[in-house]
């Protein structure tokens, strides 16, 4: 049944190292060997030699450390790796089923990139779309509620200048909402209940494995932190009715507190035969 579900998930063998250490093994001092990783991994149809690379580009970038006792690789999490994760967790947690609360002003930027300089303009939209903005009018970037401090910090970083950031009332002048395209963003909230709710009628029956637990609740969270990213979190006023954001969150918290028990016993199962096979 879970090749369903991957047949619409590519996971990124980052990610998915990211995401079992942060479910299954954050309060665990022990490294885990590297041949229960490439296994876990092969659960998402990823090959020995992806999830190798996989892990020697995370070890680079210090999210996990490798040491290696006679013949056998172990990793564990950095601490910096560490709080990489307990920042998305954060988002996540915050990221329920209704919109947060909002003190009525809008943040806006206000920006010029002349001709000369348009290379900087994929870059800028990217990143502005990172923080929840949608543009209003071209040159003019609105968000509920980013922080400002991050918005300053990510110009300098893309080297854009000629730019206000600032706080706002609408008073007249239309939808907000027309900067996001929330027909899509509906219309995959309703995608993610049509795919996820038969998993979690089939976790109630006791019908999915240890292995399909596995790769179900982490598809689940990988497409739930998508959202986390993409919704601009918008006053309810402003969303067309009815939204589905509170229905799928309803179906990804029942799906991801039933599946867990499986899904830890599968990662510790895989790890605890791992480890087996290399004291032999």
Not at 138 to 145: M, N, V
Not at 190 to 210: G, I, K, N, T
Not at 217 to 236: G, K, N, V
């Amino acid at each position: 049944m879970s090749s369903s579900v991957l047949g619409r998930f590519r996971p990124q063998p980052q990610f998915l190292i990211g995401d079992l250490f942060a479910n299954y093994w954050s309060e665990r001092e022990e490294p885990i060997p590297s041949a229960a990783l490439v296994a876990l991994l092969g659960d998402f149809g990823i090959t020995v030699s992806g999830s190798r690379t996989a892990l020697s580009r995370l070890a680079r970038a210090g999210r996990v450390e490798r040491t290696t006792v006679g013949r056998h690789t172990y990793y564990r999490q950095t601490a910096y790796g560490a709080e990489r994760i307990r920042i998305v967790h954060a988002q996540l947690v915050a990221f329920g089923p209704e919109p947060r609360p909002w003190d009525g002003e809008w943040r806006l930027v206000a920006f010029h990139v002349s001709e000369a300089e348009r290379d900087k303009r994929p870059a800028l939209r990217s990143h502005l779309r990172a923080l929840g903005f949608g543009p209003l009018f071209d040159g003019l970037w609105i968000s509920p509620r980013a922080d400002e401090d991050e918005v300053a910090r990510t110009l300098r970083a893309v080297g854009v200048d000629n730019a206000t950031v600032f706080r706002a009332r609408i008073t007249s002048g239309g939808d907000p909402g027309r900067a996001w395209d929330l027909g899509a963003l509906a219309g995959r909230y309703r995608d993610f209940v049509a795919c996820f709710e038969p998993y979690l009628r089939a976790a109630r029956e006791r019908s999915l494995s240890p292995a399909e637990a596995l790769v179900v609740r982490t598809a689940a969270h990988y497409w739930w932190r998508r959202f986390a990213a993409d919704d601009p979190d918008l006053p309810f006023r402003f969303l067309p009715r009815p939204w589905p954001r509170a229905d799928a969150h309803r179906v990804f918290a029942a799906l991801d507190a039933e599946l867990e028990p499986l899904a830890r016993r599968h990662v510790e199962e895989t790890v605890a035969a791992a480890r087996d096979g290399t004291s032999r």
